[in-house]
């Protein structure tokens, strides 16, 4: 059981922008949420403060009926995958996917069959010994997602994962990260500026602009489609 809400939650950053004003919506167990909107409208924002990257200037947010606002990143249960990768460099792939699990200490043949598995789902097992630079962008966002499924977690957040990629690669990786959503049931919540991209990938979409939502809605419904 995973979901997310907020209440009325506003982010004022120290410079006084206000990133985001009075946003509320609820993310369902298993359910495949898009935030859309333009460049600087707060999308970012949201899910850091999911997260627990960005503390919460006003109002609550929920994961499964409980109030996190003071509860650290780690201890929230929730995986992001960034637009950049952040993948580590020095670090082999194998290296780059197992790092979180080491970091809480869980035991090496769990990591081992952690890492396979995800690696085996994502089709990487044979870039296990590869650097970062060695590997091409999908590659790299292959890999920066099996660090979040070898968590396991409740929660997934997609930052922009798929904005430097090729054209070709973006829609390869849309389909890839939609039958991801079926397969591991998770909760995610996936952030973008692409319409396409939320019309094909979401189960619903919040649309935001200026930092406050407009519509909340499923494509269907957004799009009118005949
Ligand atoms: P998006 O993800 O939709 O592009 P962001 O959430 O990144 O939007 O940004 C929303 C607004 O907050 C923008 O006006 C941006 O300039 C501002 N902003 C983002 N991060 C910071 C920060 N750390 N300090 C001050 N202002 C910020
Ligand atoms: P450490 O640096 O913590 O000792 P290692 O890099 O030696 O960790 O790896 C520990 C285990 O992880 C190995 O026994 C192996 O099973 C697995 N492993 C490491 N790298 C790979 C890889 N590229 N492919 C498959 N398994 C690997």
Redesign the pocket.
Known sequence: MAEVKLENVSKIYPNNVIAVKDATFEVKDGEFMVLLGPSGCGKTTTLRMIAGLEDVTKGYIYIDNKIVNDVPPKDRDIAMVFQNYALYPHM?V??NMAFGLKLRKYP?SEI?KRV?EAAKILGIEHL??RKPKELSGGQRQRVAVGRAIVRNPKVFLFDEPLSNLDAKFRVQMRTEISKLHQKLGATMIYVTHDQIEAMTMGDRIVVMKDGIIQQIDTPLNLYNFP
Do not use: I, Q, V
């Open positions: 082999s194998y290296e090496k081992d396979k296990l010994d």
